[in-house]
């Protein structure tokens, strides 16, 4: 079952005091960065920061990332250093093949770790677009692929705005091959962190797209992101009802459920389903299907 990826937000690898309030932020997932938040004469104090991080602090239920370097720079030594420390998963920017990803999964299969280590390949790039369902597909522990829309844009000489319209076309392509390759799609962040409007117009968005969450760059960011992709009391009532149907009709030998006088068919009983179950790993009240 698919780990719970509303929010995940960037913490510099080389801020000591900004990776301990990691775990009391209340995001999904932190990310422990070891590439552009950090500068390269820092790179090898970042490396052991992290690491020591991931062994010494408890951060409860949230999901601990490592962002690498690209492969084609100093990635695999951060990989040599990092994992021996068991993070949850390691990001891998830059990514636009499956070699890539193939070479972070015999890195992670060498270390002989007791648990298991997720991938999520960082696309930023159109040749990472192009290619995005063979790297979602490369490997088992590929978990989730994630957008990088403010390099993507540099990438295709685009110019970045609120509104979004010059990533909608990257944006799409990159849900389609994780849902394609049953995966999740995790999206890009949005800068401005003293926009909150503009965040929550995004972020519906991009949940009306497909996506399963995106990243943050600042913790006032994720009550948004999470109010957004926490399900409602309707929402809820609705997918029980949903879920309720279904299996009566499954009961009787017929392929037809209604709902509110509406058909429902394998799609929405499959969302009814996800509904369910982000609400169950998030405590929510289920009520009782109606009458």
Known sequence: MARLRRSRIYLPGNRPRMIQKG?????????????????PEQKDAAR????????????????VMVRINPLSTCGLEDLAAVL????????????ENREGVQTVEKAILQSNLSKRVAILPLIESAKGILNAYEIAGASTLVEAITFGGEDFTQDIGAT???????????????VIAAKAAGVQALDTVFSDFNDEEGLRNDTLAIKQMGFDGRAAIHPSQIEIIHDIYTPTDAEIRHAVNVIRASEIARGKGSGVAVVNGKMIDKPIIERAEKIIRIAERLDLPIPEPEE
């Open 23 to 39: 775990p009391l932020l209340g995001a999904d997932a932190v990310i422990l960065d070891l590439e552009d938040s950090v500068s």
């Open 48 to 63: 052991f920061l992290v690491t020591n991080a991931i062994k010494s602090l408890n951060f409860g239920e949230t999901e």
């Open 84 to 95: 021996p420390a068991g993070p949850d998963a390691i990001v891998v920017p830059k990514s």
């Open 160 to 174: 970045r705005t609120r509104e979004g319209r010059e990533i909608f076309l990257g944006r799409s392509m990159l």
